[in-house]
């Protein structure tokens, strides 16, 4: 099994920035997606990025591309968020995924761990 547990979630005003993060534990499995989804009241889930195990390939939604950045450092299991520019819009429960095999995919469907969630919120 694998554990994601996320930090770093708070409550930021528009126009701050904010690092999350995401330590995985157990069988990590090598070579493995990780990712980060989001969900607001009321909305579903979005995909918000993904990073493939080297790092050579990084997804974006395209309501976040240039203002967030996803990371990995693999020796530490760790995949970070950088988000910068927020805005109100980005509010929402943020949450580390992470697929056993295969490349960084934007579909909630395609991953195999998920953690708890932690709270982003944005003030304007």
């Known amino acids: 099994q694998v554990q994601l547990v996320e930090s770093g979630g708070g409550l930021v005003q528009a126009g701050g920035s904010l690092r999350l993060s995401c330590a995985a534990s157990g069988r990590t499995f090598l070579f493995n997606t990780m990712g980060w989804f989001r969900q607001a009241p009321g909305k579903e889930r979005e995909f918000v990025a993904a990073?493939?195990?080297?790092?050579?390939?990084?997804e974006y939604a395209d309501s976040v591309k240039g203002r967030f950045t996803i990371s990995r450092d693999n020796a530490k299991n760790t995949v970070y968020l950088q988000m910068s520019s927020l805005k109100p819009e980005d509010t929402a429960v943020y949450y580390c995924?992470?697929?056993?095999?295969?490349?960084?995919?934007?579909?909630?469907?395609?991953?195999?761990?998920w953690g708890q969630g932690t709270q982003v919120t944005v003030s304007s």
């Open positions: 995924t992470l697929d056993r095999s295969g490349g960084p995919g934007r579909n909630a469907d395609e991953y195999d761990y």
């Open positions: 990073c493939s195990w080297r790092g050579t390939t990084r």
